[in-house]
């Protein structure tokens, strides 16, 4: 069974387009977040979600929106595609948003902008 | 700001001893540690708290010196399974977000 799972696993799009990743989680935690991790292998957090509200926002692009209709999901939708938004973008869930429990870590998205 | 990890990469042979340090320049809260192999997702593996104790399981354990605002990563006897990139994540007084380190990148060679 897959704990923390994201589609697509690529995405490769043009430049000015739109474009959603998903993620889903099935271990009844509480708290999901978006991470960049850039070429350099810096892995950032862009989004907190703690019971479906925003917690979270690491002054990412307005072009970046995050939507969780429920606990178990957290998707990111990206307008106007940038060269720079090449990265893979890990979708990760907690049992509550303080840093006293683990993260797991969905397998990530590799987004290319051509 | 981002934790720094030293060393940034480091070759070992099967059996070699290894530590991976993470400075903060921010009093720490807790720190966790995670390893990521080659296109795959980052592994916890595991978290110290301010005031904890040292951590530990099987061959790969933690120190957390909060004067010094750093942490150690200790792998004894590395396995050739050893090997990824380590990172360790910091969390500040009154701030629970993860800040992640720069990343150590371990090979372990047979």
């Known amino acids: 069974d897959t704990a923390v799972s994201q589609t697509p696993k690529y995405l490769v799009t043009q430049m000015g387009n739109d474009k959603s990743i998903k993620c889903e989680q099935n271990?009844?935690?509480?708290?999901m977040y978006w991470y960049k991790q850039d070429s350099k292998k810096f892995l950032k957090i862009m989004f907190s979600?703690?019971?479906?509200?925003?917690?979270i926002n690491e002054t990412v692009p307005n072009r970046f929106s995050p939507k969780s209709p429920d606990k178990a999901h957290l998707n990111l939708h990206i307008n106007s595609l940038e060269l720079g938004d090449s990265a893979v973008y890990f979708c990760a869930s907690g049992t509550d948003p303080s840093s006293y429990n683990e993260q797991f870590f969905g397998p990530g998205t590799r987004l290319t902008v051509l | 700001q981002q934790p720094v990890q030293s060393p940034q990469a480091v070759i070992l042979r099967e059996g070699e001893d290894a530590v991976i340090n993470c400075s903060s320049s921010k009093a720490l809260y807790s720190v966790h540690w995670y390893r990521q192999k080659h296109g795959e997702a980052p592994v916890f593996l595991m978290i110290?708290?301010?005031?904890?104790e040292q951590k530990g399981h099987d061959k790969i354990s933690a120190s957390f010196n909060e004067k010094k605002q750093q942490s150690s990563l200790y792998l004894t006897a590395s396995q050739l399974s050893y090997s990824g990139t380590y990172f360790c994540g910091t969390a500040n007084f009154g701030n629970e977000k993860l800040t992640f380190g720069t990343g150590t990148r371990l090979t372990i060679i047979p």
């Open positions: 271990l009844g935690h509480d708290t």
């Open positions: 979600y703690n019971n479906k509200e925003l917690i």
């Open positions: 110290l708290l301010k005031g904890g």
